[in-house]
């Protein structure tokens, strides 16, 4: 069964600085898809960035960039120049294609605090 | 357009009573997904409607729980006689194929006293 691991509970940085947020998992699939969502306190999911397993390339969105190590099973979330609005809860997730029902296994979730 | 919605926006309800909690997909999705989100938890995978084919309820806690969608469109979860551990948010997400991105909904934030 697949895993995945978020070992930040909570970070809090300072407004402008850049951000980086760890999420692990575990498979023994080769093809994957990885997400990084975020919930605001408005409780509204939202996505931030989507990594298909077979690109090497890492995902950017704007202020939003992954490094993903297919390896070492490791998908990290780094956000630059941080504004208040990024604060929110963080959930990494993961799908494997061509399952019966295409659910997302989450992580537990990073609570991000940016500081004014 | 329209995103996906929820109501109600929160229930609080009596031990042993059942509740109805709806989502509204986006129009033209054809998967529905609902999740349950304990606090402090990450989201936790309920059941899988696709089209007209039948639902995947290999989540569902137990057989209290249930839920169905009408027309392939709007569906509806109900728990019933409600226990204190079914306090939770509710998210319910739509996509518009099977595989691609999921939009959620606000969720219901269930109470049970």
């Known amino acids: 069964a697949q895993t995945v691991t978020q070992s930040q509970p909570e970070m809090s940085v300072q407004e402008a600085e850049t951000v980086t947020l760890s999420c692990t998992y575990d498979t023994s699939e080769n093809n994957y898809y990885l997400f990084w969502y975020k919930q605001p306190p408005s409780r509204q999911m939202i996505l931030v960035i989507r990594?298909?397993?077979?690109k090497q390339q890492n995902a950017t969105e704007n202020r939003f960039s992954v490094n993903f190590q297919k390896a070492a099973k490791s998908f990290s979330l780094k956000i630059s120049d941080s504004q208040l609005g990024d604060t929110a809860m963080y959930f990494c997730?993961?799908?494997?294609?061509?399952?019966?029902?295409?659910?997302?296994?989450w992580g537990a979730g990073t609570k991000l605090i940016i500081k004014p | 357009g329209a995103g996906v919605s929820q109501s109600p926006s929160n229930k609080v309800t009596e031990k042993g009573k059942d509740v109805e909690l709806r989502c509204d997909p986006i129009s033209g999705h054809t998967a529905l997904y609902w999740y349950r989100q304990s606090l402090g938890q990450g989201l936790e995978f309920l059941i899988y409607f696709q089209g007209n084919s039948a639902p995947d309820k290999s989540g569902l806690p137990s057989d209290r729980f249930s839920a169905e969608r009408t027309g392939g469109s709007v569906s509806t979860l109900t728990i019933q006689r409600t226990q204190q551990e079914d306090s939770a948010v509710y998210l319910c997400?739509?996509?518009?194929?099977?595989?691609?991105?999921?939009?959620f909904g606000p969720g219901t934030r269930l109470t049970v006293t």
């Open positions: 997400a739509s996509s518009l194929l099977r595989g691609s991105e999921q939009y």
């Open positions: 990594q298909e397993a077979y």
């Open positions: 997730a993961f799908m494997k294609p061509m399952d019966s029902n295409y659910q997302l296994i």
